[in-house]
C-alpha cells in the first residue's frame, strides 16, 4: 500500500459502503466492486498494489479462522463425505478442466499458466452461500456441507496452485512430486493443526483477562498458519484444524471472553473482506490498462466462455457426486436413502468465488526463477476479477430467488422449538439441582429473598422457550409472554442506565463507578436471552 492514508481510505471506505449494503440489504460485494471501479476513476486516489508475499498470510488466517470457530465439527463430521468430495474432488477436478479450458481457448497460453488459472478460481467461496442458505431457512444438512466445503476447499486449491506455479516458473512438474506435495501439505497442515490445539487452548482457558485472550486470540490464526509453513506444509489446513478444536471448545472460557472474541472476530472478517472487495474495483482498472495486445472482443469472449464452463463444470461434478455413493454402496442407500434432486442443484448452484480467489490471484509471482516476467500475468489477474464479478453477479443475486422458488421443504421452526425447549428445560432442571445440593451447605446460605431471585432465574429460562410455542399475549403485536418480559427488562435496564448518566452528571457519582455500574448493567443484559421470533 502506497502510505498510511490510502490505507486509512481504503479501510473507511469500504467498510462505509459495506455498512450501507447491510442496511439496505444489499449485495455487499458486489457493491463493493462497483464503489471500487467509480472510486478508481477519481482523481487524487492513489494506486493501491499488494505484496504478493504478504496476501495470504494477511488475508487468509483470520477469515478461515473465523469460518471455523463458527462452523460445526460434528455436523461436518455426519456430513464427511460430501464435504470430502466438494473441497477435495471438486477443487481438483476444476483446477484439471479449467487449466484444459483455458489452454485450448486462448492460444499461447502454457498449460502450466493455465493450470495455475485453473487452481485459483476452484474454490467456491461459500460464506455468503452459507449467509443466504440460512436466511432463506435451507435445510441445516444443506447449510453443513456448504460450510465444511468452505473451510477444507482453500487448502486444496491453495496446495494445487503451489504446484502450478512451480511448473510455471521453471521448477518443473511430475505427477509424482505433485501427489507428494500434496500429501505433504494436507497431511503436514493437519499434523501441525493437531499438535497446536491443545496447547493453545490450555493458555486460552488460562489466561483469565478477557483482554489478554482476546490479544491472544488474534494472534492464533496467524501462528498456526506461520508453523505450518515453516514446514512447508498447508497453512490453511493449520488454521482450520486448530479453529474448529478451539470453536468445539469454547464454552470452556469465560463468558466474557466468548462475548467479546465474537464481537472482535466478526468485526476483523467485515473490515478485511469489505477491504477485498474494494480492491477488485480498484485494481481492475489498473489491470486492464496492463493488458496489451488484447482486443476487447476476446477478452468478452473469453471471459464468458470459462464462466460458462465454471458454473457448468460444477453441476457436471455435483450430479454424479451426490448420487453415485448410494447407487454404488448398498449401505449407503439403505441409510440416507435417495437425495432429493434439489440437492445437488442447489449446491452446485451456490458456487460463487470471492475472497480466496482473489488472495490467491494477488499472490501469483510476477517474475520466473530466470527473472522473466511471468507469463500472462496481467490477464490472469483479469480472468480472475472477471470470473469472480460474473460468478456474483449470476449466481450470487439469483441463488435467493431460485432457492424460493423450488420445492425444498421448510425448516421445521416448530420441531427446532421443541428440541430447544426440551434441551433448555434438562439444562435447567440440571441446574436447580445443582443448586439445591449447594444450599444445603450452611456455608451456601444466602437470603431467601435471594434464593427466590435464583429460582425465579431458573423458571423463567426453563418455560421461555415453552412459552414461545404457546399463544401470544397480544393479539395485535404477537408478541409472546417470553418477548414481553426480555422487552420489559431491557426498558428497565436502560432507566437504570439514564438514572446513573444522570447522577454522574450532577456530581454525586464519578466516572469511575459510573462505569462500574453500568458495567454490570451490560452483562446482566448480555446474560438475557436472545431468540428469534
Not at 469472480?388 to 441463488?399: A, S
Not at 421443504?409 to 426440551?422: F, I, K, M, S, Y
Not at 420489559?488 to 442506565?497: I, M, N, V
Amino acid at each position: 500500500m502506497s502510505s498510511p492514508s490510502a490505507l486509512f481510505v481504503l479501510v473507511a471506505g469500504s467498510t462505509a459502503v459495506a455498512g450501507i449494503a447491510r442496511r439496505y440489504r444489499l449485495s455487499a460485494p458486489l457493491l463493493l466492486v462497483v464503489a471500487g471501479l467509480l472510486a478508481s476513476e477519481l482523481p487524487g486516489v492513489p494506486d493501491y498494489s499488494l505484496d504478493p508475499a504478504v496476501v495470504l498470510p494477511l488475508v487468509l488466517p483470520p477469515l478461515l479462522y473465523t469460518s471455523a470457530q463458527e462452523a460445526s465439527y460434528t455436523s461436518i463430521r455426519a456430513n464427511l463425505r460430501p464435504v470430502v468430495l466438494l473441497s477435495v474432488g471438486y477443487v481438483l477436478f476444476s483446477t484439471v478442466a479449467m487449466g484444459l479450458i483455458a489452454h485450448a481457448l486462448i492460444p499461447g497460453m502454457p498449460l502450466a499458466v493455465a493450470f495455475v488459472l485453473g487452481a485459483v478460481v476452484a474454490p467456491p467461496d461459500a460464506v455468503a452461500a452459507t449467509a443466504i442458505a440460512r436466511r432463506v431457512g435451507l435445510p441445516a444438512q444443506l447449510v453443513s456441507i456448504l460450510q465444511g466445503e468452505s473451510l477444507v476447499n482453500d487448502a486444496t486449491a491453495i496446495t494445487a496452485y503451489r504446484v502450478a506455479i512451480a511448473a510455471a516458473v521453471g521448477e518443473g512438474f511430475s505427477f509424482g512430486s505433485a501427489v507428494g506435495e500434496f500429501l505433504l501439505a494436507a497431511l503436514g497442515g493437519t499434523a501441525v493443526g493437531l499438535v497446536l490445539m491443545w496447547p493453545l487452548q490450555w493458555l486460552r482457558v488460562r489466561l483469565g483477562d478477557p483482554l489478554l485472550s482476546n490479544t491472544f486470540s488474534l494472534l492464533v490464526p496467524f501462528a498456526a498458519y506461520a508453523a505450518a509453513e515453516a514446514f512447508h506444509a498447508s497453512g490453511v489446513i493449520a488454521v482450520v484444524v486448530v479453529g474448529l478444536y478451539l470453536g468445539h471448545y469454547a464454552n470452556c472460557v469465560d463468558f466474557a471472553l466468548r462475548l467479546q472474541e465474537e464481537a472482535v472476530w466478526r468485526m476483523v472478517s467485515f473490515v478485511l473482506e469489505s477491504a477485498v472487495f474494494a480492491l477488485i474495483g480498484l485494481q481492475l482498472p489498473v489491470v486492464v490498462r496492463q493488458l496489451n495486445g488484447y482486443s476487447v472482443g476476446r477478452l468478452t469472449l473469453w471471459s464468458v466462455v470459462l464462466l460458462l464452463a465454471l458454473i457448468g463444470l460444477r453441476f457436471v461434478w455435483c450430479w454424479p457426486a451426490t448420487y453415485l455413493p448410494s447407487m454404488l454402496s448398498r449401505r449407503i442407500r439403505e441409510r440416507e436413502g435417495r437425495p432429493p434432486w434439489t440437492r445437488p442443484l442447489v449446491v452446485a448452484w451456490a458456487g460463487m468465488r470471492g475472497v480466496v480467489s482473489l488472495a490467491v490471484a494477488f499472490s501469483i509471482p510476477e517474475t520466473t526463477h530466470d527473472g522473466a516476467p511471468f507469463p500472462e500475468r496481467d490477464l490472469l489477474l483479469f480472468l480472475v476479477f472477471a470470473l469472480v464479478i460474473g460468478t456474483l453477479l449470476v449466481q450470487g443475486l439469483t441463488l435467493p430467488s431460485l432457492v424460493r422458488r423450488l420445492p425444498i421443504p421448510e425448516r421445521d421452526r416448530a420441531a427446532e422449538t421443541l428440541r430447544e425447549a426440551q434441551a433448555q428445560y434438562e439444562a435447567s432442571t440440571a441446574a436447580e439441582a445443582r443448586l439445591d445440593e449447594l444450599l444445603r451447605d450452611p456455608r451456601n446460605r444466602v437470603p431467601e429473598v435471594l434464593e427466590s431471585r435464583l429460582r425465579r432465574l431458573l423458571d423463567r429460562r426453563r418455560n421461555a422457550v415453552w412459552e414461545r410455542m404457546g399463544a401470544p399475549v397480544h393479539e395485535e403485536t404477537g408478541e409472546s409472554v417470553d418477548s414481553a418480559y426480555r422487552r420489559l427488562a431491557r426498558e428497565a435496564l436502560d432507566a437504570e442506565r439514564r438514572a446513573l448518566v444522570a447522577q454522574r452528571d450532577t456530581g454525586r457519582v464519578d466516572d469511575e463507578l459510573l462505569r462500574r455500574l453500568v458495567r454490570r448493567l451490560d452483562f446482566e443484559e448480555a446474560l438475557m436471552e436472545h431468540t428469534e421470533e
